[in-house]
């Protein structure tokens, strides 16, 4: 049995934790968070190999994972479907499967307000520093800190997100205050919009009620959107990013900060280019958040004792869909490299030499599903076949040879 330490308790450490203990490896968590991350991110696309970790990792997957949309429809901007596909999927949320996996996970396995200061790597284990002073020692750490990683940024200085041009605007807006119209011809399916140069997509997940606060019952569910707008210069971004009181939050400005005066103007900006149905969500959802599009690429996975996953590791733009479904394969690529070579820096490196091709591929191909929407400033965009959008975002992996990007990108 080894002595492993996650750093980041998020859902791909959630899910690398859990698998790692049944396989029986002394795991802690270390998140940084004084509290639970409950309440954080919103809607999540699940594909089979996303299920078959959380299965793998404890998780209850059955009916209440989510909710299940048989078809993909494309609204033009007085409402009417200009296409539709058949294409079931299940759709969840960030809250949904925190819950499940840290459910999965004892308590006495998940450290909160355990803020990672430095990490030492010694010749046969691996040191961290805590803020607090704190001193722990294990055979392997596992890095899923997140974009902003911590332990990436002290092993890797140089590797930094790298803006995309272009902001999300996201919410969830409760099924029960939207108009019948809405709720019958948008509300049952993936959804999308496609204005020039940008794109709106969205499609329903369970609500915050019942005991659980995980209710697919009509009528309980909420509607989750997101909408990808341009913001080409470092001044926009700047501007979207201060809030009320001038102050600049350049990591990511959090949703209650968001100033009232760009909700208003993403508001009136949905009426003039979006569908009613579209226009009528965004205008009823209470707090819409703004997410800058980052990707992010790192060189190298292993350190010796020491491996990157998830977000630190890979950043794909969200047109994938596959943010979570790639922890899982990291998180599960990880737990099969150490059961075939042990708690050892050579299975580190057999996890690197599996994962980063994959990985990077994913992020490549993210790319080129949102080069429309980070054009030049002045630069028109293109004429956009919406099968191509329709078919293309968030997809399951094992459909990427059949709907290459470059095939529908005209």
């Known amino acids: 049995m080894a002595r492993i330490l996650v750093v980041g308790g998020s859902l791909g450490g959630l899910m690398a934790a859990n698998l790692l203990l049944r396989a029986g490896h002394d795991v802690t968590v270390l998140e940084r968070s004084p509290r639970s991350l409950q309440g954080r991110g919103a809607g999540i696309v699940t594909h089979e190999g996303l299920r078959q970790t959380l299965r793998a990792a404890g998780a209850v997957v059955d009916e209440t994972l989510g909710v299940p949309v048989a078809e993909r429809v494309v609204l033009g901007p007085e409402g009417q479907a200009l296409c539709r596909w058949a294409h079931p999927q299940i759709l969840t949320s960030w ?131 997101v909408w990808y707008r341009p913001a080409p210069t470092p001044a926009e971004l700047q501007a979207l990013l201060t809030d009320a009181d001038g102050v600049h939050h ?85 737990a099969a490299c150490i059961a075939l070579h042990g708690a050892t820096p050579e299975a580190l490196q057999r996890y690197e030499a599996e994962r980063h091709a994959s990985a990077a591929a994913v992020v490549q191909r993210a790319r080129l599903l949102g080069a429309p929407l980070a054009l ?15 078919q293309q975002t968030a997809i399951d992996p094992a459909l990427f040879e059949t709907y290459p990007p470059e095939a529908l990108a005209a």
């Open 250 to 334: 350049a990591e990511g400005i959090p949703p209650q900060l968001v100033s009232r005066r760009h909700i208003a103007a993403m508001r009136q900006a949905a009426r003039e280019k979006l569908a009613p149905q579209f226009a009528e969500i965004v205008e009823k959802t209470a707090q819409p958040f703004l997410q800058p599009i980052y990707d992010l690429v790192s060189p190298q996975l292993a350190h010796g004792r020491i491996a990157l996953m998830g977000d630190a590791a890979f950043v794909a733009r969200p047109h994938v869909g596959m943010g979570v479904a790639k922890a899982g394969d990291d998180a599960a690529a990880l």
């Open 376 to 390: 030049p400033p002045g630069s028109a965009p293109p004429y956009r076949d919406p099968r191509g959008p329709m």
């Open 95 to 225: 809250g949904r499967l925190y819950t499940l996996l840290n459910e999965a996970l004892p308590a006495e396995r998940h450290r909160l307000g355990a803020a990672v200061d430095s990490v030492t790597a010694l010749k046969d284990s691996v040191q961290v520093q805590l803020a607090g002073g704190e001193v722990l020692q294990a055979d392997l750490l596992i890095a899923a800190d997140g974009i902003r990683s911590t332990v990436r940024q002290q092993w890797l200085p140089e590797v930094k997100p790298l803006y995309a041009g272009y902001v999300a605007w996201r919410g969830v807006c409760d099924e029960a205050v939207l108009s019948r119209h809405t709720r019958e011809t948008l509300f049952p399916h993936f959804g999308f919009g496609l204005p020039a140069g940008e794109q709106m997509i969205g499609y329903p997940v369970a609500g915050d009620h019942g005991a659980q606060g995980n209710s697919t019952a009509v009528g309980q569910r909420r509607w989750n959107f």
